[in-house]
């Protein structure tokens, strides 16, 4: 980040633009290029004609190489883990990126507006361009007629329904931290375990987000909260009409403005959600320096207040950054006047002073913990022999805290919170006789859960009670409940009926359908669909406005199906009683208990870490086994006596 005036930076990129330009209008030949001030390069069969004033940066000669999209060039080759990119970096301009499909891992959120990503089949390669005002220049030296169409929406995982106002709040932390351009690698973070910092801000997408971000993904957020660190989500969005650093802009008209803000929220609260920063946690909005004006103040006031309205409406708290002078100037003019202003501030004032005071902001404003500071720009720092360059901040406000504990349900109704996950009570010690806890979901749109009972009863711990089968069960008997985004909840009973409550959308149901001896065992909902998966006795899925991806109904052996899970990505796991774990569709598979459990111990519930990466399988023992999610315990030496392991459940 920066907060600067950047002079020259338009001239600069409207020179490179009106090279490339003039490059893009001769033929295809070395001997052209050469005269026209362009050269070609060929890179897998591809050839590319840009601007002799391009710097061409071979990927492989120079791992450490920062790729950014600020600034001409043209980048060959893989990304390395471990770039050594500025402290900031922010805006777009023309730029190519252009790496090998084979092996290739996907890369952070950098496309959005402004961008393109498309493979090229015949060269085997993936083409990352960018661009200030013209695509089609960039298209043309790649000698194309156009760019695939940018995505309308975030590249990462799209945002499902909206939570209500936030009730989970995330990590108040206080002391020191820093930012940079782009996620340091796993590497980077464990050496700079070594240093004071404990807080790290990560640019997680926006318009004018310069860095690829290769190394940030869901598993890193969650590693590295597990790790001790505090992230702190940056969305670099649209920026002042008349701003500093050559960024596209938003509009000068107020109404404009404020939808532009709005969107800039629906894209954060997407970046957030599929990097497993849940509802509660704050976003902050990185509004660059700009210059003091009437036109200027209306629209940036305009933007962040809606900016602020929608993630608030969606379960997010609302942070912003900016100059003190700046924005955080006209902010505080408008405190406590009815402005829908942000839960916290970030003020870049480069003062060297390791607080969140500042001359700008009076004492009454802000101050419940909610401040953060960017008290140096730029500094170079070595840790445990990893040298990085970063801004340097201190921090008494929000930072993420993700949703990585799971919770475990006992039969005779306890819940068991591990990690992070919270307790909001349970059944133990109140269950009629004979009736026993048997299933239990978390409700998305409050901090609370649902607990299902043998006898068709489902018990609120802070979460609506939507009603039951308990008056009208019979001879059906439940076996499972879910709960889908919109809000309600469903019940399976195991003659294949679905049975939705509270406003939950049933997409139909096996009841009257399943084959003579098989019964339903588990379902589980889509999350990209909202609809569902049953899993049945023989190890058949049948899918409902879900697709179906293949079910174990020819090759169970002597395994028994007991679970099924969806991860966030695509297809689905199901858990055999023997531990294993089998995948469908493009479900990953990270490993399984099979041939590994103590006798007489067999598998009952899976559950999909929510750092979409990952799973738990509860064992009947009471053991947790993780498989690319974080341990935190389990009930192996502590299983209540008489009871047994029934659920888990991530998150909550």
């Given amino acids: ?310 993630l608030h409406a969606d379960g997010y708290l609302s942070g912003v950054y900016s100059s003190a002078n700046s924005g955080i100037h006209d902010l505080v003019k408008e405190y406590g006047s009815g402005y829908r202003e942000p839960d916290d501030i970030w003020v870049a004032d480069w003062n060297g002073k390791q607080n969140t005071q500042d001359p700008q902001v009076p004492k009454a404003d802000w101050p419940n913990h909610q401040r953060l500071h960017q008290y140096k720009g730029g500094s170079t720092e070595t840790y445990d022999k990893v040298t990085l360059n970063i801004d340097d901040d201190y921090l008494n406000g929000q930072t993420a805290a993700g949703r990585d504990g799971y919770t475990l349900l006992t039969s005779d109704g306890g819940v068991h919170s591990f990690g992070s996950a919270t307790s909001h009570g349970s059944d133990r010690g109140k269950l009629g006789v004979g009736v026993t806890a048997i299933s239990m979901a978390n409700d998305p749109t409050s901090p609370g859960y649902w607990i299902l009972k043998s006898n068709g009863g489902v018990d609120s711990f802070d979460a609506p009670p939507h009603g039951s089968l308990r008056k009208t069960l019979g001879s059906l008997v439940p076996v499972a409940i879910a709960a889908p985004p919109e809000g309600g909840y469903l019940i399976l009973t195991s003659d294949g009926g679905v049975h939705p409550f509270g406003g939950a959308k049933w997409h139909g149901s096996d009841a009257g359908k399943l084959p003579s001896g098989v019964t339903a065992v588990a379902f589980a909902v889509d999350p990209r669909t909202h609809g569902y998966w049953v899993l049945k006795s023989n190890g058949g899925v049948d899918g409902f406005h879900a697709p179906w991806n293949g079910s174990m109904k020819h090759r169970l052996r002597a395994a028994t199906p007991v679970a099924i899970a969806a991860p966030p990505h695509a297809g689905y796991l199901i858990l055999t009683s023997n531990g294993g774990v089998h995948k469908f569709g493009r479900a990953a598979y990270y490993g399984s208990d099979v041939r590994k459990l103590p006798t007489g111990v067999t598998a009952v519930s899976l559950a999909t870490s929510p750092k979409l990466a990952g799973y738990r399988i509860l064992r009947s023992d009471g053991g947790v086994d993780s498989f690319d999610a974080t341990w935190s315990g389990s009930l192996l030496d502590e299983l209540p006596i008489g009871s047994t392991a029934a659920a888990i459940v991530s998150g909550g």
Wanted: net charge positive.
């Fill in 1 to 310: 980040m920066f907060f600067n005036h950047v002079g020259g930076t338009a001239r600069l990129r409207a020179l490179g633009l009106i090279a490339l330009i003039l490059a893009c209008c001769w033929p295809a030949s070395d001997a052209l290029a050469k005269a026209s001030g362009t050269r070609m390069v060929r890179y897998h069969g591809l050839s590319v004609r840009v601007p002799r004033s391009w710097p061409v940066v071979d990927l492989s000669r120079d791992p450490h190489a920062c790729v950014r999209f600020d600034r001409h060039a043209l980048y060959l080759g893989t990304p390395g883990a471990e770039e050594r990119c500025p402290a900031h970096a922010v805006g777009r301009t023309e730029a190519l990126l252009i790496e090998p499909l084979a092996g290739r891992q996907s890369a952070g959120a950098l496309p959005q507006e402004n961008a393109s990503n498309f493979a090229i089949s015949p060269a085997g390669v993936e083409v990352t361009a960018t661009w200030a005002r013209a695509p089609g220049v960039v298209a043309q030296a790649l000698g194309r007629r156009s760019l695939p169409s940018p995505p309308i929406s975030s590249t990462r995982a799209r945002a499902g329904t909206m939570m209500n106002r936030a009730k989970r709040p995330g990590q108040v932390y206080t002391g020191l931290g820093f930012d940079r351009c782009s996620a340091p690698s796993r590497g980077d973070m464990s050496a700079w375990k070594t240093s004071p910092y404990r807080a790290i801000g990560i640019y997680i997408g926006g318009v004018n987000s310069a860095c690829l971000q290769h190394n940030l993904t869901s598993t890193w957020v969650s590693r590295e909260i597990t790790a001790g660190w505090h992230p702190v989500p940056l969305y670099v969005g649209l920026q002042a009409p008349n701003n500093g650093c050559g960024c596209k802009a938003m509009s000068a008209k107020v109404a404009k403005a404020k939808a532009e803000g709005r969107a800039a929220a629906v894209g954060a609260v997407s970046e957030a959600q599929g990097l497993g920063i849940p509802a509660g946690n704050a976003i902050y909005n990185d509004m660059e320096g700009y210059p003091k004006s009437t036109k200027n103040t209306r629209a940036v006031l305009a933007f962040l207040s809606a900016w602020t309205s929608k």
